[in-house]
């Protein structure tokens, strides 16, 4: 049932025009590059028997690396994002030699170094071309197909996530699975909440280019996905897919179903007893409140960005570079990290670039304004366009918006 859903709910994706009229090898190539970058930047395992690999954690990043270089030649660059890549290795490097810290990292060098490339990156020039269309239907297939899975507990879905896309720390695939959140290959409930969101935003934007009924019903299937992931960032993701959604849903049959929607929700509140409803407030003020997560995890005075936060207020101008220090936390905080490690260059730089190539890549400035905010507003949760997966999306959305916006504009 869920298969012949989502096959009638994409059959309008693989009718979607190119942009402009050319067909020709370079396209093509184009398209297959940026497939392969998607697909491998997905779905590339980070973990063999549930034991974590840093080698099987690069391979999505080196092959993004050499993937970027390739379109760089065929398609050119931009100036502008350009030279702010450049501010932002700079950066990196001439802090680590500053320091006083010399526990270099070589391989925090990557992230940066595929970001700096992607941002100088020319997609604009990039059709929506069939090896994108048909990548992009099979990533949606299996991540709907597996969160299902999940989410009915199934074991053996599980078990193959736990082998094989454990992240972050031994025990974090495991416990989430076993609260039966769908956290697919991302290993963290709330970067699973920023992909279904952005897959959601994706699909809402092809149906305010299509109208078509099915487009809809699957955008509401990844804000569906939202609510079992129990994190502060799915709740807050599933409240601004909200707001996006009623802002897009003016057509007949769009307010039908989502008003439909919402009535069986509201039917479904109503037939909940005392001690159900209680539980369930509960759990979300428990996932809200929780001091190992969440603002008050992350920015209070015992968060684990409070030794950031000092070290910041006492050297606002010293990062770190790639070194390394224990006594700091790394991740939970873009703007964290970036002044952690390059100061106010490299905060400027790295933003400043990212807003450039959005605008510079995509053919409306309120798409790119989009855009911007929903990596920006992410980032305060999470290092979120340094993690090498969500850095391989990020032209398939170039490329995917710039062809709704030929007929409709955000």
């Given at each position: 049932?869920?298969?012949?859903?989502?096959?009638?709910?994409?059959?309008?994706?693989?009718?979607?025009?190119?942009?402009?009229?050319?067909?020709?090898?370079?396209?093509?190539?184009?398209?297959?590059?940026?497939?392969?970058?998607?697909?491998?930047?997905?779905?590339?395992?980070?973990?063999?028997?549930?034991?974590?690999?840093?080698?099987?954690?690069?391979?999505?990043?080196?092959?993004?690396?050499?993937?970027?270089?390739?379109?760089?030649?065929?398609?050119?660059?931009?100036?502008?994002?350009?030279?702010?890549?450049?501010?932002?290795?700079?950066?990196?490097?001439?802090?680590?030699?500053?320091?006083?810290?010399?526990?270099?990292?070589?391989?925090?060098?990557?992230?940066?170094?595929?970001?700096?490339?992607?941002?100088?990156?020319?997609?604009?020039?990039?059709?929506?071309?069939?090896?994108?269309?048909?990548?992009?239907?099979?990533?949606?297939?299996?991540?709907?197909?597996?969160?299902l899975l999940i989410?009915?507990?199934?074991?053996?879905?599980?078990?193959?996530?736990?082998?094989?896309?454990?992240?972050?720390?031994?025990?974090?695939?495991?416990?989430?699975?076993?609260?039966?959140?769908?956290?697919?290959?991302?290993?963290?409930?709330?970067?699973?909440?920023?992909?279904?969101?952005?897959?959601?935003?994706?699909?809402?934007?092809?149906?305010?280019?299509?109208?078509?009924?099915?487009?809809?019903?699957?955008?509401?299937?990844?804000?569906?996905?939202?609510?079992?992931?129990?994190?502060?960032?799915?709740?807050?993701?599933?409240?601004?897919?909200?707001?996006?959604?009623?802002?897009?849903?003016?057509?007949?049959?769009?307010?039908?179903?989502?008003?439909?929607?919402?009535?069986?929700?509201?039917?479904?509140?109503?037939?909940?007893?005392?001690?159900?409803?209680?539980?369930?407030?509960?759990?979300?003020?428990?996932?809200?409140?929780?001091?190992?997560?969440?603002?008050?995890?992350?920015?209070?005075?015992?968060?684990?960005?409070?030794?950031?936060?000092?070290?910041?207020?006492?050297?606002?101008?010293?990062?770190?570079?790639?070194?390394?220090?224990?006594?700091?936390?790394?991740?939970?905080?873009?703007?964290?990290?970036?002044?952690?490690?390059?100061?106010?260059?490299?905060?400027?730089?790295?933003?400043?670039?990212?807003?450039?190539?959005?605008?510079?890549?995509?053919?409306?400035?309120?798409?790119?304004?989009?855009?911007?905010?929903?990596?920006?507003?992410?980032?305060?949760?999470?290092?979120?366009?340094?993690?090498?997966?969500?850095a391989c999306v990020?032209?398939?959305?170039?490329?995917?918006?710039?062809?709704?916006?030929t007929r409709q504009?955000?």
């Open positions: 049932m869920t298969s012949s859903i989502a096959a009638t709910a994409w059959k309008s994706d693989l009718a979607l025009p190119q942009i402009g009229q050319r067909s020709d090898s370079r396209d093509r190539f184009s398209n297959l590059l940026l497939a392969a970058i998607l697909l491998i930047g997905i779905y590339c395992p980070t973990s063999i028997d549930g034991q974590q690999s840093p080698w099987l954690w690069a391979i999505p990043g080196f092959v993004a690396i050499a993937g970027f270089v390739i379109l760089m030649i065929v398609h050119g660059i931009w100036s502008g994002p350009f030279l702010c890549s450049v501010i932002v290795m700079a950066s990196l490097l001439g802090y680590t030699v500053m320091t006083s810290l010399w526990t270099v990292t070589p391989g925090a060098l990557l992230p940066y170094a595929l970001v700096a490339l992607l941002l100088s990156a020319n997609f604009s020039r990039i059709n929506y071309g069939w090896p994108l269309r048909v990548s992009w239907i099979a990533l949606n297939t299996v991540n709907i197909g597996l969160s989410i009915a507990d199934v074991r053996p879905a599980k078990q193959f996530i736990i082998a094989y896309y454990s992240a972050f720390y031994d025990t974090l695939a495991t416990s989430m699975l076993n609260a039966d959140k769908p956290i697919l290959m991302f290993g963290s409930h709330s970067i699973a909440a920023f992909f279904f969101f952005v897959c959601f935003y994706l699909h809402l934007r092809m149906h305010t280019y299509t109208r078509s009924f099915w487009s809809l019903a699957v955008s509401l299937v990844y804000l569906g996905l939202l609510i079992p992931l129990k994190s502060v960032s799915a709740y807050f993701l599933a409240i601004g897919a909200l707001a996006v959604l009623i802002y897009h849903t003016f057509d007949r049959r769009a307010i039908l179903l989502v008003g439909g929607c919402i009535f069986i929700a509201v039917i479904g509140a109503s037939l909940m007893t005392n001690a159900q409803w209680e539980g369930a407030t509960s759990t979300v003020e428990r996932v809200i409140a929780a001091p190992e997560s969440g603002f008050q995890g992350r920015y209070s005075s015992s968060g684990v960005l409070a030794a950031n936060l000092r070290y910041i207020g006492e050297h606002p101008l010293r990062g770190i570079g790639i070194n390394y220090s224990d006594t700091l936390w790394y991740g939970d905080s873009g703007p964290t990290e970036l002044m952690i490690r390059g100061s106010l260059p490299l905060l400027l730089a790295f933003y400043g670039g990212f807003w450039l190539f959005l605008r510079m890549n995509l053919r409306s400035s309120r798409t790119a304004a989009a855009v911007f905010l929903i990596y920006f507003a992410f980032e305060i949760a999470f290092s979120n366009l340094l993690y090498l997966r969500t990020l032209p398939l959305v170039i490329v995917y918006l710039n062809t709704a916006s504009t955000l």
